[in-house]
């Protein structure tokens, strides 16, 4: 079963076609964007976290990483793909470890990360492609983090940090990634050159300023998500709407 989801799921990804993610963060946030006419469910690291008052970064146990899995594939039978981060763990093997339990839990496919928690530095490439061939080799689909523009002026060193990543693009398909996620990258420019060249399908982080779900598909993305905004605005509504009755009005729900 969990060999069908892997290929379901995979095959979501095509360019122009983009698969959508609205990125949940438990079973209950699980069912109501899957009752919605999801293909897929995605949890996001930093949304999982926070509902449990724990910070991004690891800071959430692997084990309740698993136990979370768990609920959300209780609920659903579309393919899931878990927010693991950097892999958790401290070397290639541990890594393989770990996700290999996400795909032996039942996941369909996880994200990872080209940098350490608590890190803004990038690891070396050589030491990222070992760290994703070890999740690959699992069987399951890697979606994998190249954070290369992160904290990045995009209208002085565009070209440079394109190139940089389509390196990086290479060298994480030869590791048997199955998809790149380019987060904190709005420039449709750099979009579509890294969307031309890149040898697996991009994953672009929708951002308010950015292109359009539209516009995205016709860069060439092949999967859009929305990472920690939905679990931010819901947060950021029950506050609204706390505050409002508290301060003795009435609520809009």
């Not at 379901?8 to 079973?27: E, M, Q, S």
């Not at 763990?89 to 996941?107: I, Q």
């Not at 290369?148 to 565009?158: C, E, H, I, S």
């Not at 016709?218 to 709407?241: K, T």
Request: charged letters at 20%; a negative charge; one cysteine or more.
């Amino acid at each position: 079963m969990t060999d069908d989801k892997i290929a379901r799921f995979r095959a979501l990804h095509v360019p122009g076609d983009p698969l959508i993610l609205v990125n949940i963060w438990d079973a209950g946030s699980a069912k109501a964007v899957a009752a919605a006419g999801a293909k897929a469910i995605a949890t996001g690291s930093f949304g999982v976290a926070g509902a449990q008052g724990r910070a991004d970064g690891e800071d959430f146990p692997l084990e309740d990483v698993f136990e979370n899995l768990d609920r959300i594939l209780s609920v659903t039978d579309l393919p899931v793909t878990i927010d693991m981060e950097s892999g958790y763990g401290a070397d290639p093997a541990a890594v393989g470890a770990s996700v290999g339990r996400a795909r032996h839990a039942g996941a369909a496919g996880i994200n990872m990360e080209d940098r350490l928690p608590g890190r803004s530095d990038l690891l070396p490439v050589a030491e990222a492609v070992a760290r994703y061939r070890a999740a690959a080799d699992t069987g399951i689909f890697v979606n994998a983090r190249c954070d290369t523009f992160r904290g990045q002026d995009v209208a002085k060193d565009g070209d440079a940090l394109v190139a940089a990543t389509l390196e990086r693009a290479r060298a994480y398909a030869d590791a048997g990634a199955g998809s790149l996620f380019v987060p904190f990258l709005l420039d449709p420019k750099c979009i579509g050159a890294i969307c031309d060249a890149s040898p697996l399908p991009v994953n672009i982080l929708r951002g308010k300023g950015g292109p359009t779900h539209r516009e995205l598909a016709d860069l060439g993305v092949a999967r859009i998500s929305h990472g920690h905004q939905p679990w931010a605005a819901a947060m950021a509504w029950l506050g609204a709407q706390a505050a409002q009755v508290l301060g003795g009005g009435e609520p809009d729900y």
